[in-house]
């Protein structure tokens, strides 16, 4: 089975800062991780690979810097890892990094399932893996809690999705794209031998002329979308004690509580 | 003595069990060295002379089991003294008309202690099969829910049964021998007990005694010739065994200070033990020196709480492991069953809280702790299967620089209080630098610890200063959970922190920690890493100042108020009385605990256990920790250590608050505080 995990390099929105130059990719302002869903985005690819054979490659689309998340993949058990990096690139908008992304998978070659993470935690658009599926004309399983069966052989799935208030299972034909959920599973932690591996694997870095692509029709020029961030979110918080003996001090509490309507 | 065909069967006796023995003592040693590293056997006179000790002493013993100790120690000077007699009686035997000192006054002492310690070694023998097989003492069972090893329950008595009547026969044959002696050559009132042995013989023709006394000979020394090759499968081994694990004990810098790994060497690909070769020399020796006494497992938490642990199942485990594999792993064959598995359950595995009570305990110096820690690192490093509550303290540490994944200000926890604590940027010149631990910088609890320790040393004047958020786990946590590689990264950053800060200028500045865990790292294990420092427990300095007059303390209040030793500060770090001695500053009244100072019971948080569930058994390890401060009568558990602190403040909840738990450094702060007023 050829399955491809899609990647991406976040911030570590926990440590979120001021000196974070928005939520774009930078060496400086805090540390990057791998996008938190994408760990079960790995975890999937892994497990799928394990079960059925074949080869897992990770592929990541990001500044230089973004190498970082694929040493984490091929640590966690990727087969192989490729990097989308171009600065001609940089500031696209979801669709323009679709496009990128399908000019990089189209490369690879051919595929039985590709995985996705159900958004990435600095953007959170959940667009991109949905418009990839889109530009390949593969079916989109999105929000995926379980997957029940994936047969190779009969070039089929079938999942749960995790949907607001039930839980849906769909059967697909392969190749497909799928996102994931926490739900699924519990992403692994890279043995030292997973760690040392990445350490001396190499990851070839691919840009628009790579993938054959007109920088002018990617990056931020090319992006219908345009966004500002500020960071941290300022949260307005305000302690006020209430006096009196605990029957007095009650009631007054849930006065308050309904005043402003938390209860 | 012996008539000249004796004298040839004996030789030819001699030569085959001496062979025999050459070959199983041989594959013992093999298989020793398949283990990883090398004995220990720098400064060999002092080595030398711990063996001595540990022979003429038993001790450690003496001092957990008394009574058997004493039954065991009859046999074992019995034994060792029997080592000298039995070549004497070879050597009497062999040449004709030679006897040992002959009739002065040596040789009167000579035979006097010869009797009477065979008497001692009779008895204490005959003691401890009683105890064995007709008490059936429960000390020397293991918990059904722990692993053994199929033929151990039975081996093992089967195993004592024979040892019991070897020594029985050995011994009690050389007095029956020297009773045949008596009768036919006329008293001695040297040998009191064989002299009254000898009223057996009374009327008995010359000829018969004769017999006798070469029978009791062959048998006695006969015993000898077919035990000896037998010793290495037999848990008698101990023997020598023991004193020769502790003569060959590692160097540590504590109790529990572990080894690090080299992560450097690329041709290294395997961390931690996943086979039983992979464990170091002296661990296997362990398994060789192991009486099965289950001294350990008694004083093991994770055992009395009805965990699958058990440090005493472990070295037996090992024990029979190697016993069926002695032949090919001698002669250089592959094992490749894991260890985890046979020796001990993963549960087990996870049980353990590392408090090291279990290498206190145990009479021959193993060290079970250190096995169940490598085999964690092989879990960590190579197989990345661990209790998944785990993953997030890591990724904290990576991340964050604190288990608890925190993102906030590390220096949040001074802000109510009303003076400034310097970081050492601000003041550089400091003379103690106080490391507060993730633990004094996030848990609430622990706040107000650190802000006790601050306090105290702000009002006795001490020119101290904190690293702020420059501070960062030092990993203990990581290197106790098996993920070594991630305590390097962190004890690398923060000694390259430390040393920047210029805590490294030993005897100049100190570093005070308000945790025994960091106490432990920074100042016992971070040395092999490069990082010298002079680490203080706060209990410590708040001593040192008290004695110096530095505290104004009325010590007046007489709350009854027992102490709970933490492990890291105790049994690993040794310090049983500053803390003692802080508290009785403020507070006389002392009530102790029945397991106290290096017979302490584990809170349960230790060896990463804070950081997951804890497993399954019969009840928590803090709860029944909880139940014997509780059952002194003290109004106050003081304790030492912010996760003890948090442990036992759980148990008292779930109680409902019969008592108070209380840092040292907040009683003491507290009564400093009332003098001022
Ligand atoms: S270190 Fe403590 S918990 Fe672990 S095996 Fe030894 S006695 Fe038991
Ligand atoms: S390890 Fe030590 S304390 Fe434990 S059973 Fe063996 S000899 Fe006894």
């Not at chain 2, 000896?228 to 810098?253: C, D, E, I, Q, V």
């Not at chain 2, 964050?400 to 949040?412: K, L, T, V």
């Not at chain 2, 950081?611 to 509780?630: L, M, Y």
Request: aromatic share 6%.
């Amino acid at each position: 089975m050829n399955i491809i995990a899609l990647v991406k390099q976040t911030p570590d929105t926990a440590q979120l800062s001021a000196s974070m130059d928005g939520l774009k990719l930078s060496a400086e302002g805090g540390p990057r991780i791998v996008n938190p869903w994408d760990e079960y985005t790995l975890e999937t690819a892994i497990q799928a690979r394990e079960e059925h054979g074949g080869k897992v490659t990770a592929l990541c689309l990001g500044p230089p810097e973004a190498a970082e998340a694929l040493k984490t993949a091929l640590a966690m058990g990727v087969d192989e890892a490729v990097l989308v990096s171009d600065p001609a690139m940089a500031d696209g908008d979801s669709l323009t990094s679709a496009r990128i992304l399908v000019a990089a998978i189209r490369k690879i070659g051919a595929f039985d399932l590709i995985v996705g993470g159900r958004a990435a935690i600095d953007g959170n658009t959940a667009a991109t893996a949905v418009q990839v599926a889109a530009l390949l004309g593969v079916p989109l399983v999105s929000y995926v809690a379980e997957l029940r069966n994936l047969d190779p052989s009969d070039r089929t799935l079938s999942a749960v999705r995790l949907l607001e208030k039930a839980r849906e299972t769909v059967t697909s034909r392969l190749p497909a794209l799928i996102t994931v959920v926490k739900e699924i599973n519990e992403p692994r932690y890279p043995s030292l031998i997973g760690i040392r591996k990445a350490a001396r694997a190499n990851i070839p870095i691919w840009g628009c002329k790579d993938l054959s692509l007109d920088a002018a029709a990617v990056g931020a020029g090319a992006s219908g979308v345009e966004w500002r961030t500020e960071l941290p979110p300022v949260r307005e918080a305000h302690i006020e004690m209430i006096d009196g003996g605990p029957e007095d001090a009650a009631r007054t509490l849930v006065d308050r509580l309904m005043e402003e309507k938390v209860i | 003595m012996l008539s000249p065909y004796e004298k040839i069967l004996f030789a030819l006796l001699a030569a085959v069990s001496l062979y025999l023995a050459s070959v199983t003592f041989r594959r013992m040693i093999g298989t020793i060295k398949r283990g990883q590293g090398r004995l220990a056997w720098d400064g060999l006179p002092g080595r030398l002379w711990t063996g001595v000790k540990a022979l003429a002493g038993q001790n450690i013993m003496i001092r957990n089991r008394p009574l058997v100790s004493l039954a065991h120690t009859g046999i074992a000077w019995g034994f060792i003294l029997y080592m000298a007699v039995n070549l004497v009686d070879v050597l009497e035997g062999l040449v004709t008309g030679f006897v040992f000192l002959e009739e002065g006054a040596a040789g009167q002492v000579y035979r006097l202690l010869v009797d009477l310690m065979t008497l001692a070694a009779l008895a204490g023998m005959v003691a401890l099969l009683i105890r064995r097989f007709i008490v059936k003492s429960t000390d020397l069972a293991v918990a059904p829910n722990v692993k053994l090893h199929p033929r151990a329950a039975g081996g093992i008595r089967r195993d004592s049964l024979i040892v019991g009547f070897f020594i029985l026969g050995h011994v009690g044959f050389r007095l029956v021998g020297a009773s045949f002696d008596i009768a036919l050559h006329g008293p001695d009132p040297w040998q009191p007990v064989a002299a009254l042995a000898a009223g057996l013989w009374s009327g008995l023709e010359p000829s018969v005694l004769t017999f006798g006394l070469h029978a009791s000979w062959w048998i006695a020394i006969g015993l000898v010739l077919a035990f000896l090759p037998w010793f290495p499968f037999s848990k008698h081994a101990h023997l020598f065994m023991g004193p020769f694990n502790l003569m060959t004990a590692p160097g540590r810098t504590s109790p529990g200070a572990l080894d690090a790994l080299d992560f450097e060497d690329e041709t290294i690909e395997q961390f931690g033990a996943g086979r039983i070769t992979d464990l170091d020399r002296t661990h296997i020796t362990d398994a060789f020196a192991c009486i099965m006494c289950n001294r350990c497992q008694d004083a093991c938490p994770a055992y009395a709480t009805g965990k699958e642990l058990s440090p005493a199942a472990l070295e037996v485990n090992k024990r029979y492991h190697l016993r069926d594999h002695m032949n090919s792993l001698a002669a250089g064959g592959e094992d490749t069953e894991p260890l985890l598995g046979y020796t001990m359950s993963e549960s087990a595995l996870w049980a353990c809280t590392a408090c090291g009570a279990c290498t206190e305990a145990c009479p021959v110096g193993n060290e079970p702790l250190f096995d169940i820690l490598a085999m964690r690192r092989n879990q960590v490093l190579m197989e990345s299967a661990f209790p998944n509550e785990l993953k997030g303290a890591f990724t904290g540490i990576e991340r964050n620089g604190n288990p608890w994944q925190m993102a906030g200000d590390r220096m949040e926890w001074t802000e109510s209080l009303d003076f400034k604590v310097p970081t050492v940027a601000e003041k550089p010149d400091y003379d103690v630098l106080f490391w507060v631990g993730c633990a004094g910088a996030f848990d609430p609890g622990a706040r107000d610890t650190a802000r006790a320790i601050a306090t105290v040393l702000h009002r006795a004047g001490v020119d101290f200063a904190v690293l702020g958020n420059d501070e960062s786990c030092t990993g203990d946590l990581a290197r106790r959970a098996g993920n070594e590689y991630l305590f390097s990264i962190a004890a690398e950053g923060n000694i390259e922190t430390l040393n920047a800060a210029g805590a490294d200028q030993v005897g100049r500045k100190r570093i005070v920690t308000g945790c025994p865990h960091c106490l432990h790292t920074l100042g016992n294990e971070y040395g092999a890493l490069g990082g010298r420092f002079e680490v203080l427990h706060h209990t410590q300095l708040i001593d040192e100042l008290a004695k110096a007059g530095r505290l104004a303390m009325p010590g007046r209040d007489e709350t009854r108020t027992t102490y709970h030793d933490p492990c890291y500060l105790g049994r690993h770090g040794g310090e049983y009385e500053a803390p003692r001695q802080a508290l009785a500053a403020a507070r006389p009244s002392l009530v102790e605990m029945a397991r106290s100072r290096n017979r302490s019971f584990c809170c349960g948080a230790g060896g990463a256990q804070v950081w997951k569930e804890e497993e399954e058994g019969r009840e928590a390890v803090s709860d029944n920790r909880f139940r014997e401060a509780r059952e002194t009568g003290a109004d106050t558990l003081a304790v030492g250590c912010p996760f003890c602190a948090r442990m036992m403040n759980d148990a008292n909840k779930r109680a409902g608050e019969p008592m108070r738990v209380r840092d040292i450094a907040e009683i003491v702060a507290e009564s400093i505080r009332d003098d001022r007023e």
